[in-house]
């Protein structure tokens, strides 16, 4: 691959990991499968995270967080189809905390190098042109963010 300069004219490497948000929307799954195709084109590990709050959405239903932690695991790796049909390594992690915050927690975490988030949730209100976990992660994170449709 050739390497390519930034404007500061520092080297710009492809990312080594990518961290994708998780949240069961049609939004989220195809940022979920930007983050494949680019895991797959660069050798990138992917990291899915999926932020535990209080209440988690599951079947369309809101439950308690806490009384359905290992439905919710077999839920995000049914969120992370497109990573394993993209044959990719990847890895899934449920956080407790609001998403923004988890998101940028793993970011440092990990080590990640890119961050793939859908413009909004399954929280978000129509008409909203960037939810408030996408607008946060954009205002604060210390890696490029890739905001998907």
């Given amino acids: ?9 520092a080297p710009v490497t492809p ?9 069961g929307s049609e939004i ?4 979920t499968g930007w983050a494949a195709m680019l895991a797959r084109s660069m050798g990138s590990e992917v ?6 709050g209080l209440l988690s959405i599951i079947d369309g239903e809101a439950r308690p ?3 359905v ?3 919710l695991t077999e839920v995000c790796e049914d969120w992370c189809s497109p990573l394993r049909d993209a044959g990719v390594t990847y890895r899934s992690v449920l956080e407790d905390g609001p998403p923004g915050l988890v998101v940028l927690r793993l ?3 990990t080590g990640a190098d890119l961050v793939v988030l859908g413009t909004r949730g399954i929280g978000s209100a129509e008409g909203v042109v960037l939810g408030s ?4 992660v954009v205002q604060h994170s210390p890696v490029p963010v890739l905001v998907t449709h």
């Fill in 15 to 23: 990312p080594a990991t990518i961290l994708v948000g998780l949240d």
């Fill in 28 to 31: 989220c799954r195809r940022a």
């Fill in 107 to 109: 970011v440092e975490r």
């Fill in 65 to 67: 967080s806490d009384q």
């Fill in 1 to 9: 691959m050739r390497e390519t300069r930034g404007m500061d004219d």
């Fill in 133 to 136: 976990t996408s607008h946060h």
């Fill in 47 to 52: 990291v899915a995270v999926h932020a535990v």
């Fill in 69 to 71: 932690r290992d439905r």
